[in-house]
């Protein structure tokens, strides 16, 4: 993966279409739908998850977890406001969708840090950890205040996550913590007593899926690790975005190579202003060519016909809104833009190139 980083804008975007079209794929052949069946029947707990735009931050890796099982929510410095028009549809939707099956929903707020260096930090709160931290409180009495503070049903939990690591820190009751980066495989054992201490009001079923997740984040520290020790980790902890993707639906990159810009806000251009200026830092730096960067717009649809069709129109206000921002802001950095519109098959997970 590493050496695409370097190479011609053109051979990346080929690369990363390439990318998404075997991830569609993988994602849709009957042995991942029965295998993610499966997982769902033993683990029956939702499980969504708010997350900043940062490339670095991809949960579904760092837990260990197949696609397709956690919803992701993205934006500027894991910012979310519940009362934003969109953001709180559209988690509603999908609270009652998973209730009305019969599931109960374990809502993960994040924040991040870097513990090397806090400039590795979160940019949208201008690398204030506390700040961020403070944020995802907020969130939580948001989400509480909607769904009720019993958490019998719908359960927020406040989650750090140290990039350098891709470790976990999790927020229980009494202001207690659990630093997954502080255990090993060995302590695996222990942890559903430790999550009982942790969390007592949480169901106890919804702890048990919340296990996977954890187990899955020591394992994945562990290897973390071993690269660190090969000297490999560090295109990891830096920004290295060369892409900012507006829209839902991009599972399929895995890497640290994309700002995820959710459209949820009803101020779009401060995060696109704020991508921008990390792609800019980034190409200054030297971290990334100063040949271009991909504007990759993108929305999923659930059927074919008028679903599809309005996804089809709202991705192209998405790509042709971002263009402007940075084009009105970032007038030499626009000049190194190419644009892509899509939507994406939510059931098959296959992102259609579709003309602006």
């Not at 989650?159 to 229980?172: K, R, S």
Request: charged fraction near 25%; hydrophobic fraction near 40%.
């Amino acid at each position: 993966m590493y050496q695409i980083l370097n190479r011609p804008i053109a051979e990346r975007i080929e690369w990363i279409f390439e990318l998404a079209r075997q991830h569609g794929e993988n994602f849709s052949n009957p042995e991942a739908w029965l295998a993610r069946q499966r997982y769902l029947a033993e683990h029956p707990t939702a499980i969504a998850v708010l997350k900043c735009m940062d490339g670095r931050i991809n949960i579904p890796v760092a837990t260990n977890t197949p696609t397709g099982i956690l919803m992701p929510f993205r934006n500027l410095g894991g910012m979310f406001n519940l009362g934003w028009p969109h953001l709180g549809e559209v988690l509603a939707h999908h609270v009652m969708r998973m209730t009305g099956s019969g599931r109960r929903v374990l809502i993960l707020i994040t924040y991040h840090w870097s513990k090397g260096n806090p400039k590795r930090g979160c940019a949208g709160f201008n690398h204030d950890t506390e700040a961020a931290f403070a944020h995802t409180l907020e969130i939580r009495r948001q989400v509480e205040h909607i769904f009720g503070h019993n958490h019998g049903t719908v359960y927020p939990l406040v989650c750090g996550f140290e990039t350098d690591e891709d470790a976990l820190m999790i927020h229980g009751t009494d202001k207690c913590v659990l630093d997954l980066a502080s255990l090993s495989a060995a302590d695996g054992a222990t942890l559903p007593n430790r999550l009982e201490s942790l969390l007592p009001d949480m169901p106890a079923q919804m702890r048990v899926d919340l296990l996977p997740l954890l187990h899955g984040n020591i394992e994945h520290i562990a290897q973390v690790r071993e690269q660190a020790r090969r000297h490999e980790r560090t295109l990891d902890i830096e920004h290295r975005e060369w892409m900012i993707c507006l829209g839902r639906g991009f599972d399929f990159l895995h890497t640290n190579l994309a700002l995820i810009i959710g459209p949820y806000s009803p101020d779009l251009a401060d995060p696109l202003r704020k991508a921008a200026a990390i792609i800019e830092n980034n190409m200054r730096a030297g971290r990334i060519p100063d040949d271009g960067f991909l504007l990759l717009a993108s929305v999923p649809y659930d059927e074919i016909g008028v679903d599809r069709a309005r996804a089809e129109l709202k991705s192209r206000f998405l790509s042709r809104f971002a263009a402007e921002v940075i084009g009105n802001e970032f007038g030499a950095l626009a000049q190194k833009m190419k644009k892509c519109t899509a939507v994406l098959d939510w059931n098959s997970r296959t992102l259609e190139q579709i003309d602006d």
